[in-house]
């Protein structure tokens, strides 16, 4: 607080952070006056001025708390001042991650290639960014099948999944914060994966061969055998169908096609004719589907092609051989003429008596993703019978391509006030793979940007599907922001111009600086109110004459200058430029009369002054020649002109550095100094004007234009600073001279004494060490509390002494009051000093909060106080 007829707080606002989650009471800030507060989060001692908390904060509630501060002081009627104070909350890391509320199992197909992408794990928390960077890891549950990526929580598989070796999985998945302080916080969560079935497995039947031995005479409708078969699959994909592809000579049997069932339906004779080749092949399944992976190695086995003849021997002997390969890359099972040949880049061959088809190059997904063609099955009877079925091949996609950003290269720009958290880019990068997603990389800006500091940054940004990734160079071009405003050097400028220079003279340059760059710091200068006899460069900011000057007509012109900045939201700064016109030899002297007649007396000595015109003097010396005269007489005529004075010497100051002593508290506004330069000139010549041109930037002091007077416009304090320095010009246009001034204050008497509050703490222990504060005319005096005589003050140094009352065993503790008065200039003060006086068994190690602390141990000498603290108080009311 100020002093003596003033109150106000030493900054008009304060600003303290303070973390949340602290207990009630913790303090934050430390005024001194009678003080309220409006807040329901904070609280203040009206009397210490100690600002606290009055709950717990919450930085998810409220991150920026605004106190306003009333200080009331105890004069009548009372002074108040006002301050704000501005309550950061910073972040602790006090909540845990949650997970994204789960949707039940995640279902995915077996068969996929590896890498692919299952599932995305997500979790996040209401802390600030820097106590929410999530990671992730697996806790437990099928470590050989999925991994997850720690940082982006996606799960992918390792293997190709086979659903007939697992149906379901749990994997445990553990998100953590990454917070720092308090440390980190996790969670967990159970994730549930099944895995879908395909039909990849083949019927198997429980025996190669079935015998079985059948009467002639059975019955008809007899059930003589009962074919099993089983399939891997599950659901539709393991229904099983049975039916007879040869043998059936003349209808005697009959398969039932779901239970497997062989029924005898017509008579049976022993004595069957031999076989004829009457019968064409019937394959197994019309048409063949099948699933190759696209980097299964050549030579692999893709699909079994069967066909049965019903004749025997080697009528029902059968060769395959591929047909209609010329459209199987259009993949679209269209069947065009038989080509036994295939093409010479077919990938597949089959052999011609077991009817496997296998791969004889190499699949590529990306180029050819379904191949349909057909397979021709041709016995050996005389007359061979053939038929056909369509085979259809679809090619799977394994992790095979590299991802690609649409852009190898990414470069932009940003403005540096552009906001935290707002987006700056998004990436995309993507591979020709099945379930391929675009991926969209957002980058944002995460602290705030200085041009100055960094115009530019590279950033590496990669891209992964969990197996593959690749990688892109971001160019962020930092640009400038129009965030600073011109500055002229001088709030005013004085410069002088002779009236006979000619039209076009420059006769000053005004400068302003601005901190920013590019467009943002290219000044345009222009003037407010112009005037026709001058005009200023736009750009460099010199001043021209567009006229002749007349100094008969105008002595000085005042102009304003305007600094302006060509950012898209311009800023400026004005200054004032006063030309003084200076007088030239312009006009020629005039008498006043075209005729002038005078009068002398014939005995007028010399020397006799006759008239005076103006600047000339004209002294005639009149002499009578008389020729006819025996001495000759004649008369002469003498000039003689005055010289005038010119502005040839610059005023000059007593001393380049001048120290000027002011004593302190001189009422605002009175002249506390008299700065003085001396001109030799004469006349207008020796005029001088006075300003200060350097150190008053807040404007503390005057110097009167003409009269060099130099006034104090605050109030002087020694205790608050103790020297100004100025630099003071003299002007007798054109000529300046300069000198630096030193204003020292001189300290008056007008601060009382000052007692800091302290504790003594003792532990049965008395010392003939004293402790005393500094000594000075005064006068101290215990008011109450030393009623026991624990303590023994001397009343004129002050010095404290410990009573040998206090050599006791038992706890002792007092609360004192002291106080210390004397005259001073500005009345009888007392000063009242509280302090306490405790005897601890146990002392503690540290004492917070005490401006002062004595302490004495057993067998221990006592320290020494600490500095006492300089205050202003006054006695309360």
Known sequence: MSGRGNLKFPMPNYQVALFENERAG???????????????????????????????????????????????????????????????????????????????????????EVGYEVLSIRASDRDSPVNANMGYRLLGGAWDVFQLNASSGVVSTRVVLDQEEAAEYQLLVEASDQGRNLGPLSATATVYIEVEDENDNYPQISEQNYVVQVPEDVGLNAAVLRVQASDRDQGQNAAIQYSILSGKVAGQFYLHSLS??????????????????????????????????????LGYSVVHIQAVDADSGENARLHYRLVDTASAFLGDGSAGPKNPVPAPDFPFQIHNSSGWI???????????????????????????????????????????????????????????????????????????????????????LALPLDYKQDQQYVLAVTASDGTRSHTADVLINVTDANTHRPVFQSSDYTVSVSEDRPVGTSIATLSANDEDTGENSRITYVIQDP??????????????????????????????????????????????????????????????????????????????????????????????????SPTALSASVEIQVTILDINDNAPMFEKDELELFV???????????????????????????????????????????????????????????????????????????????????????????????????????????????????????????????????????????????????????????????????????????????????????????????????????CKDLLPPIRCWGERPA
């Open 260 to 297: 497997g069932i062989l029924d005898v339906i017509n008579p049976l004779d022993f004595e069957d004719v031999l076989d004829v080749i009457d019968n064409e092949p019937i394959f197994v399944s019309s048409p063949f589907q099948a699933t190759v992976l696209e980097n299964v190695p």
């Open 531 to 628: 005037v026709p006899q001058f005009r200023i460069d736009p750009d460099s900011g010199t001043m021209y004459t567009m006229m002749e000057l007349d100094y008969e007509h105008q002595v000085a012109y005042t102009l304003t200058i305007t600094a302006l900045d060509n950012g898209i939201s311009q800023n400026s700064d004005t200054t004032t430029l006063e030309i003084l016109i200076l007088d030239a030899n312009d006009n020629t002297p005039q008498f006043l009369w075209d005729f002038y007649q005078g009068s002398i007396f014939e005995d007028a000595p010399p020397l006799t002054s006759i008239l005076q015109e103006n600047v000339a003097v004209y002294n005639l010396w009149a002499v009578a020649v008389d020729f006819g």
């Open 358 to 444: 296998t791969l004889c190059a190499e699949l590529d997904r990306e180029e050819v993703e379904h191949y349909s063609f057909g397979v021709e099955a041709v016995d050996h009877g005389s007359s061979p019978m053939s038929s056909s079925t369509s085979i259809s091949i679809m090619v799977l996609d394994v992790n095979d391509n590299d991802l690609v950003f649409t852009q190898p290269t990414y470069e932009l720009r940003l403005n540096e006030d552009a906001a935290m958290g707002s987006s700056v880019l998004t990436l995309q990068a993507c591979d020709r793979n099945t379930n391929s997603r675009r991926g969209g990389g957002l980058i944002t």
């Open 663 to 861: 004593e302190e508290n001189n009422p605002v506004g009175s002249v506390v100094a008299k700065i003085r330069a001396q001109d030799p000139d004469e006349g207008p010549n020796a005029q001088i004007m006075y300003q200060i041109v350097e150190g008053n930037m807040w404007h503390f002091f005057q110097l009167g234009l003409l009269n060099w007077d130099l006034r104090a416009l605050v109030e002087l304090d020694f205790e608050v600073r103790r020297e100004y320095v100025l630099a003071v010009q003299a002007t007798s246009a054109p000529l300046v001279s300069r000198a630096t001034v030193h204003i020292l204050l001189m300290d008056q008497k007008d601060n009382p004494p000052v007692l800091p509050d302290f504790q003594i703490l003792f532990n049965n222990y008395v010392t003939n060490k004293s402790n005393s504060f500094p000594a000075n005319s005064l006068n101290y005096t215990f008011l109450r509390g030393n009623e026991l005589h624990l303590l023994l003050l001397d009343p004129t140094t002050g010095e404290l002494q410990l009573s040998r009352d206090l050599d006791n065993n038992w706890p002792l503790k007092a609360l004192m009051e002291v106080s210390v008065s004397g005259e001073w200039p500005l009345g009888q003060e007392e000063q009242l000093w509280m302090g306490c006086l405790e005897n601890l068994r146990n002392p503690p190690r540290a004492l917070p909060g005490m401006p002062g602390c004595i302490w004495a141990g057993r067998g221990e000498l």
């Open 26 to 112: 913790t303090p934050l800030l430390q005024l001194h006056a009678h003080y309220t507060i409006e807040s329901s989060y904070f609280r203040i001692d009206s009397a210490t001025g100690a600002v606290s908390t009055a709950s717990e904060l919450d930085r998810e509630t409220k991150e920026t708390h605004v106190l306003r501060v009333k200080a009331v002081d105890y004069s009548t009627p009372p002074l108040s001042a006002t301050t704000y104070i501005t309550v950061l909350v910073k972040d602790t890391n006090d909540h845990s991650p949650v997970f994204e509320q789960s949707r039940g199992p995640r279902a995915v197909r077996e068969n996929l």
